[in-house]
């Protein structure tokens, strides 16, 4: 049974650009949540999707938007990239109604120069 | 005021000792609340959950008050591969779907 997969596992952006990170959730996981993890801090949460919606949402810009496909997986934009927004960007996925327990991806690194 | 604060740390222990990791949250309608083990570079990955009763798994044992809004974990015998990062985590309930607000991480460091 496969885990949470995220892709790229790296990446290399320049400040201004757009980029769009991808998350496909464990088997039987409908829900899909990201955090941003800065150097030296704990996971900071992004936003959440379930059945295709943002539920809910962390204190973000709307440069960072994200979607939800029917089959759950997710991906995470950011527009006009800056330099804070390096960081690893975790996705994680949890049971129909098991929102309280959230499994990890093994993140994408985002360097922005 | 953050939602949940943690030992600042490090700790440097030898192999066998015994540890404590404390934790505060503000928010006292938090409903869930875990402990989370991240190696460098690496994704978290949940160790324990955390319940009023207090719970054990081999080595490691968690502690909940909420009267004081404390969280504890306490690790005995310590490995090397204990080395790690152990975030205390508390998920919010009081909305529709649940959020999880996480420390920044106590490091420990466990050497021979």
């Known amino acids: 049974d496969a885990g949470v997969t995220q892709s790229p596992t790296h990446l290399i952006k320049t400040r201004g650009q757009q980029v769009t990170l991808r998350c496909s959730p464990k088997s039987g996981h409908d829900t899909v949540s990201w955090y941003q993890q800065a150097l030296g801090q704990g996971p900071q949460f992004i936003f959440q999707y379930y059945e295709e919606e943002e539920r809910q949402r962390g204190n973000f810009p709307d440069r960072f938007s994200g979607h939800q496909f029917p089959n759950y997986s997710s991906e995470l934009n950011v527009n006009a990239l800056l330099l804070g927004d390096s960081a690893l960007y975790l996705c994680?996925?949890?049971?129909?109604?098991?929102?309280?327990?959230?499994?990890f991806g093994p993140g994408t690194r985002l360097t922005v120069l | 005021r953050k939602e949940v604060e943690q030992d600042p740390g490090p700790f440097n222990v030898p192999e066998g000792a015994t540890v404590a990791f404390n934790c505060t949250y503000s928010n006292s309608a938090s409903q869930s609340f875990f402990w989370y083990r991240q190696d460098c570079r690496k994704e978290p990955k949940l160790l324990m959950s955390v319940y009023s009763s207090g719970n054990e798994d081999g080595r490691f044992t968690a502690q909940l008050n909420r009267a004081s809004q404390y969280i504890s974990l306490l690790i005995r015998d310590s490995k090397l591969s204990d080395s790690a990062t152990y975030l205390c985590?508390?998920?919010?309930?009081?909305?529709?779907?649940?959020?999880?607000?996480f420390g920044r991480g106590t490091q420990l460091t466990v050497w021979p």
């Open positions: 985590v508390v998920n919010d309930r009081g909305s529709t779907l649940g959020r999880l607000y």
């Open positions: 994680a996925s949890s049971l129909p109604r098991r929102w309280d327990t959230q499994y």
